[in-house]
């Protein structure tokens, strides 16, 4: 199937490694021009190498996107080296290793602006050309626990956040041929990544978590997750606007996503 985005400049945020990096080279095989962007300068360079370099089309930027000012500066680089992005894949997420329910304000504000209110602000910024151009793309990459209780309060909190921004935004800009959607992944396996370090420090805790909760009897692979969102940043996903998509292996136990 010709996914139809031969050409097509996307960005993907945390797309130095796992997830975000499988994204990105499954939008590069499929002809995007892709810039990631990524805290480590190291995972940026590997990461865009293998896409096949600047020379292809591709663009790294070394950023952390948490502070205040990096959004507005991330899209300044965007418009000055590489262009305003027809696909933005929201990748940029994570627990900060914040586990307490009774964390500070200011923790609960540092996971709600990494989980949420810098893909919201990224929108502000850069829906507005898709609407003008009349065709678009925006994924949020939430997580199976924004519908159930998997994972920490803030995190669940916040993916639950993104994710019921996602329907809501979806129908605001769908008339103008942007498709916004979610994708909720399950427990999936990333290089160093947390199933990484407990399938070698707690073994019987992984067995026996893939025996009672993976209805797959496995973990996901990465590009599982990106051959996806591929498809949904594509020509033929074009009747889907706020679209919620579980891919967790039978993780969840709901009857539905949206």
Same mark, same amino acid.
């Given at each position: 199937?010709?996914?139809?985005?031969?050409?097509?400049?996307?960005?993907?945020?945390?797309?130095?490694?796992?997830?975000?990096?499988?994204?990105?080279?499954?939008?590069?095989?499929?002809?995007?021009?892709?810039?990631?962007?990524?805290?480590?300068?190291?995972?940026?360079?590997?990461?865009?190498?293998?896409?096949?370099?600047?020379?292809?089309?591709?663009?790294?930027?070394?950023?952390?996107?948490?502070?205040?000012?990096?959004?507005?500066?991330?899209?300044?680089?965007?418009?000055?080296?590489?262009?305003?992005?027809?696909?933005?894949? #929201?990748?940029?997420?994570?627990?900060?290793?914040?586990?307490?329910?009774?964390? *500070?304000?200011?923790?609960?504000?540092?996971? &709600?602006?990494?989980?949420?209110?810098?893909?919201?602000?990224?929108?502000?910024?850069?829906?507005?050309?898709?609407?003008?151009?009349?065709?678009?793309?925006?994924? #949020?990459?939430?997580?199976?626990?924004?519908?159930?209780? #998997?994972?920490?309060?803030?995190?669940?909190?916040?993916?639950?956040?993104?994710?019921?921004?996602?329907? *809501?935004?979806?129908?605001?800009?769908?008339?103008?041929?942007?498709?916004?959607?979610?994708?909720?992944?399950?427990?999936?396996?990333?290089?160093?990544?947390?199933?990484?370090?407990?399938?070698?420090?707690?073994?019987? #805790?992984?067995?026996? &978590?893939?025996?009672?909760?993976?209805?797959?009897?496995?973990?996901?692979?990465?590009?599982?997750?990106?051959?996806?969102?591929?498809?949904?940043?594509?020509?033929?996903?074009?009747?889907?606007?706020? *679209?919620?998509?579980?891919?967790?292996?039978?993780?969840?136990?709901?009857?539905?996503?949206?």
């Amino acid at each position: 199937m010709d996914l139809g985005i031969k050409g097509k400049l996307a960005l993907v945020t945390g797309g130095g490694r796992g997830i975000g990096r499988a994204i990105a080279m499954c939008l590069a095989r499929e002809g995007a021009r892709v810039a990631v962007v990524s805290r480590t300068e190291e995972d940026v360079k590997e990461t865009v190498e293998v896409m096949g370099g600047r020379s292809a089309g591709h663009h790294g930027i070394v950023m952390d996107l948490s502070p205040d000012e990096a959004p507005g500066l991330l899209v300044k680089d965007l418009r000055a080296n590489f262009g305003d992005p027809a696909i933005v894949v #929201h990748n940029l997420g994570g627990t900060l290793g914040i586990t307490d329910p009774f964390c *500070s304000r200011e923790e609960w504000r540092r996971v &709600y602006r990494f989980n949420f209110e810098i893909a919201v602000e990224l929108n502000v910024y850069l829906v507005p050309g898709m609407q003008k151009a009349k065709w678009g793309r925006v994924i #949020h990459i939430s997580s199976i626990s924004a519908m159930e209780n #998997h994972g920490p309060a803030t995190y669940c909190a916040m993916k639950a956040a993104l994710t019921a921004y996602t329907r *809501s935004f979806g129908g605001y800009v769908a008339a103008d041929g942007v498709m916004v959607s979610a994708v909720l992944p399950g427990a999936v396996f990333t290089e160093k990544g947390y199933w990484d370090i407990t399938s070698r420090e707690r073994p019987e #805790h992984v067995k026996k &978590y893939l025996t009672e909760r993976q209805r797959i009897g496995r973990f996901g692979k990465t590009d599982e997750i990106g051959n996806f969102v591929a498809f949904l940043c594509s020509q033929q996903a074009s009747f889907n606007p706020g *679209s919620v998509i579980p891919i967790d292996g039978g993780q969840g136990r709901g009857y539905f996503g949206q």
